[in-house]
């Protein structure tokens, strides 16, 4: 089996979940014995991990697309660059179904399944209105997503919270999408398990994109009244949007000494993040999963997220308060730094839950889909060939 895949991510070229799946995904799909062609677009020279099996085609881009800008001019010059680019490069032999992820890489793949003969799937990671988190999603991403609904074979939703987000707002045919929760590599976490939960150092941790949808400014709001009654630290790592905002409200709010932001993190700089996090927070105004969120359980950290989050749907041992609701994620902080039963019993627990969650399972119905869908392309074009 042969596949086309298409991404604007893939290590280390990338921002946040949407890379972190290509990845794994990719590496246990060949494993299968699946070959991949893969997609990205490409601006310079940068090392990738490429696995046997997998063929990198770097789309080559006058420049990529930064991963927080808010320019449409540049936004569409740049996608639809991609999209004419990859039709000169892209090669079809022996091609047995494409595999586009989230809206940049489905808009680059409209037309080929027609032209090569071929089905189309692609993955929903995040919708625009996820994305907006509130805010007004922006026309143009949600006419390519709707498009998308009628002009691809099938649709993976990485949960289910975000099929039902593809039925209400697209009328999508529930029919047509199925979901395949994502997973993770637990061995890059072991080693962080064993902590003492006795101890009273180290700090309160949101890590992820410094958007809107993931809630930053409540956990800054929240860490606001925590440190009116006790000494607590916070980091908020990652890079985003809201960013510089949040810097100066730190320091508006006489807060700035307590609280550490780090910028961008990868690789060891991540896992010491999580080697020294108290409590681990993701409390996304709209989250259709939240990698983070298993990573933090490997690591034996206790864990807050919200209602909302699509990885709620499958994890037990987290912490849950509603979205938008920083007087409640106070109170759910303060309630784990206080309770050490109740830490290393979501802590411990929870480490031992995420390890049924393996990118390899995801790579297995993955695959299982594929075959299904290849199969019954290729019955309706015998059909309408005769």
């Known amino acids: 089996m042969k596949i086309a895949m ?170 047509a999408i199925t979901v395949i929760y994502n997973g993770i590599d637990t061995s890059a976490y072991e080693h962080l398990k064993a902590r003492d939960y006795t101890r009273t150092d180290g700090h309160v941790l949101f890590l992820g994109r410094v958007t809107g949808q993931k809630g930053p400014g409540d956990f800054l709001k929240a860490a606001r009244m925590i440190l009116a009654k006790r000494n607590v630290r916070f980091m908020i790592a990652g890079e985003g949007d809201l960013l510089a905002s949040l810097r100066r409200k730190a320091r508006m709010w006489k807060i700035d000494e307590h609280v550490t932001f780090t910028g961008a993190v990868t690789g060891e700089q991540l896992i010491e993040c999580y080697k020294h996090a108290r409590v681990y927070v993701l409390p996304s105004i709209s989250e259709p999963f939240g990698i983070t969120v298993l990573e933090a359980m490997a690591s034996g950290i206790p864990t807050i997220t919200t209602t909302t989050s699509g990885v709620s749907e499958i994890v037990k041992h987290v912490y849950l308060i509603e979205p938008g609701n920083p007087g409640q994620l106070a109170q759910g902080i303060l309630t784990l730094l206080d309770n050490r039963s109740l830490q290393r019993t979501l802590a411990v627990k929870g480490a031992e839950e995420v390890k049924h969650f393996s990118w390899k399972s995801v790579a297995v119905q993955t695959f299982v889909l594929y075959t299904e869908i290849i199969t019954q392309f290729n019955q309706m074009r015998r059909i309408n060939d005769e």
Not at 92 to 115: K, S
Not at 127 to 154: C, F, L, N, V, Y
Not at 155 to 160: D, G, H, P, R
Request: aromatic residues 10%; negative net charge; hydrophobic residues 40%.
């Open 6 to 175: 298409i991404a604007w991510e893939y290590p280390p070229q990338f921002s946040g979940g949407l890379g972190v799946h290509c990845h794994a995904i990719v590496h246990e799909l060949v494993k299968q014995g699946v070959n991949i062609d893969f997609y990205l677009p490409s601006y310079g020279q940068t090392d990738f991990d490429i696995p046997a099996g997998m063929v990198l085609h770097r789309v080559d881009m006058d420049r990529l697309l930064p991963a927080y800008l808010n320019s449409d001019h540049v936004i569409w010059e740049t996608v639809n660059q991609f999209k004419n680019r990859l039709k000169e490069v892209f090669q079809p032999e022996g091609v047995d179904l494409i595999h586009a992820h989230d809206w940049m890489g489905v808009y680059a793949a409209f037309g080929m399944n027609d032209r090569y003969r071929v089905p189309l799937v692609w993955t929903v990671h995040s919708t625009e209105s996820d994305r907006a988190a509130g805010s007004s999603p922006h026309p143009g991403i949600m006419a390519i997503e709707q498009e998308a609904m009628h002009a691809t074979d099938h649709t993976i939703a990485v949960s289910a919270r975000t099929k039902a987000s593809l039925i209400d707002n697209y009328s999508a045919l529930p029919d």
